[in-house]
């Protein structure tokens, strides 16, 4: 990971945890997620500025979603591969290791949590290939977003699709601000 900050911006993907976002840079420059603790962030690029990032926990299913994330890509042969976060004794990451290693990919790049209260926040630009860590400075996805993509934690052990990816993402119920009184007002930054 790069030295610099990089930048929190409303218009990035933020992945939540166990999902993953599969993008290119004409569509979005850059992909997030907040908060790898214990978790592991897998990132995926090719030189065609296509990438995917991806929110591992410790009760993700490794193997559907490590083949699901890779199944986005064409040529294997020609992927960066990198993982973030994590924490002593590792088990997470060499769960995924392993499935990738399958695949015939090894990371380029591991970079893990070394205290029990190291976390990171994860930004890819896709146009530039640069990772950094980056502070979190507002959530870009909506409370009822966050709050579904929690919930549905406790139903599945799979890998999301975000509703920003390539293709299309998993179900999310259309937002509805008005339970809070913020009808007719925006947001924006």
Do not use: W
């Not at 909506?142 to 406790?154: I, V």
């Not at 699709?161 to 998993?170: A, F, P, T, V």
């Amino acid at each position: 990971m790069n030295s610099f900050a990089g930048i929190d911006e409303l218009k990035t993907p933020e992945v939540a945890q166990r999902e993953y976002i599969y993008t290119n840079s004409e569509v979005n420059e850059s992909i997030q997620t907040v908060g790898v603790y214990t978790c592991v962030a897998l990132v995926v690029r090719d030189r065609g500025g296509n990438g995917a990032l991806a929110h591992f926990d410790a009760a993700t299913d490794i193997d559907r979603g490590v083949s699901e994330v890779l199944s986005n890509f064409s040529d294997l042969s020609e992927l960066e591969v990198s993982l973030f976060g994590g924490q002593s004794p590792y088990r997470l990451e060499e769960e995924i290791k392993e499935k990738l290693l399958e695949y015939g990919l090894t990371p380029d790049r591991i970079l893990r949590n070394t205290t029990s209260k190291a976390s990171m926040n994860i930004n890819v630009n896709l146009k530039t290939g640069i990772i950094s860590d980056y502070t979190e400075r507002f959530s870009n996805t909506s409370y009822s977003t966050r709050k579904f993509k929690s919930d549905r934690l406790k139903f599945s052990k799979r890998l999301y699709r975000h509703e920003k990816s390539i293709g299309g993402g998993d179900y999310i119920p259309a937002e509805d601000e008005s339970e809070f009184g913020f009808e007719g007002f925006r947001f924006d930054m």
